[in-house]
């Protein structure tokens, strides 16, 4: 009698689990970079999630499929302890770099993950379970093709600012010379006001990376501003303003700006 007891209990939580999950299912919100053609060098994929994600090993829910649709094998790190946020909604999934860089003994033996011209789809399975024990509501699929692979620095001498008006909470609009690592435009660029110090303000982005807009909290003062850039700032393939991700050990870095002066137009 007992064992009866105990199996209803059983089969009385897992309904109970069941309809919790079927009620608020965790998806995926966004994948970066958003480009419907990245280069074959391309060192990072960002995936998004709409809730905190358990700590198990993700990586068997995701696959890249090629374009008859088979997995392409040893594409990204195994990482026992994964790269997530701290609050495990974003995943970093990091393409073997071994693969990636040349020279090195995996890039040799297999060459890169990813080939030029050939079209390749991230699938996210329904399989990948969130904090509570919960599979995804559903799959999450994202196509792209690989281009040749991104061989130049970030240079933002060639970066085209577009100033906003005084008095006006417009945003300072920022046409980069190529896609950037998103996270990097998140937290590598600032706008420096008058006084030395970083304005306040909300960071947009757009057109598949390549543009930045910032839109100050307060109005905009008739007065000199720069855009700060820090060194690490980093494109889709790694490279950094004045040195490749892919070059030989003891290349030097090339000079770059890392001030972009701009003014708000006048009222």
């Known amino acids: 009698m007992r064992w009866v007891v105990a199996l209803a209990i059983a ?15 965790t998806v ?23 809730a905190p994600m358990g700590r198990g090993d993700i990586l068997p829910a995701i696959d890249l499929l090629d374009a008859q649709g088979r ?4 594409v990204f790190l195994s990482n026992r302890y994964d790269l997530w946020s701290a609050d495990r909604t974003r995943l970093t999934l990091l393409l073997d770099p071994g ?8 890039n040799v033996a297999m060459g890169r993950a990813l080939v030029p011209g050939e079209t390749y789809t991230l699938r996210i399975s329904e ?15 994202v196509t792209f093709t690989a281009t040749e692979p991104d061989l130049s620095s970030p240079s933002p001498a060639e970066w ?17 010379d190529g896609p ?10 600032r706008v420096i006001g008058p006084d030395g110090a970083p304005v306040p303000g909300r960071i947009d982005l757009g057109a598949e990376e390549t543009r930045w807009f910032f839109r100050p909290r307060q109005p905009w003062p008739v007065t000199p501003h720069r855009l700060a850039i820090d060194p690490i700032l980093e494109d889709l393939a790694g490279n ?7 070059h030989p050990v003891g290349t030097p870095t090339r000079p770059w700006h890392r001030m972009l002066e701009f003014s708000p137009t006048p009222p």
């Open 160 to 176: 085209q600012l577009i100033r906003p008006a005084s008095g006006t909470r417009e945003p300072l609009t920022v046409i980069l």
């Open 180 to 189: 950037v690592d998103h996270l990097s435009l998140a937290y590598r660029l």
């Open 240 to 246: 950094r303003p004045g040195a490749l991700f892919d």
């Open 11 to 25: 089969v009385s939580m897992a309904a109970g689990a069941l309809r919790a999950c079927d009620a608020e299912q």
């Open 28 to 50: 995926v919100t966004d994948v970066y970079p958003t480009g419907a053609t990245l280069p074959e060098n391309l060192l990072r994929v960002y995936i998004y999630f709409s």
């Open 99 to 106: 693969r990636v860089k040349t020279g090195l003994q995996a």
């Open 127 to 141: 399989t990948a379970e969130d904090a509570q024990g919960c599979t995804l509501a559903s799959h999450h699929a």
């Open 71 to 74: 997995a392409v094998e040893g």
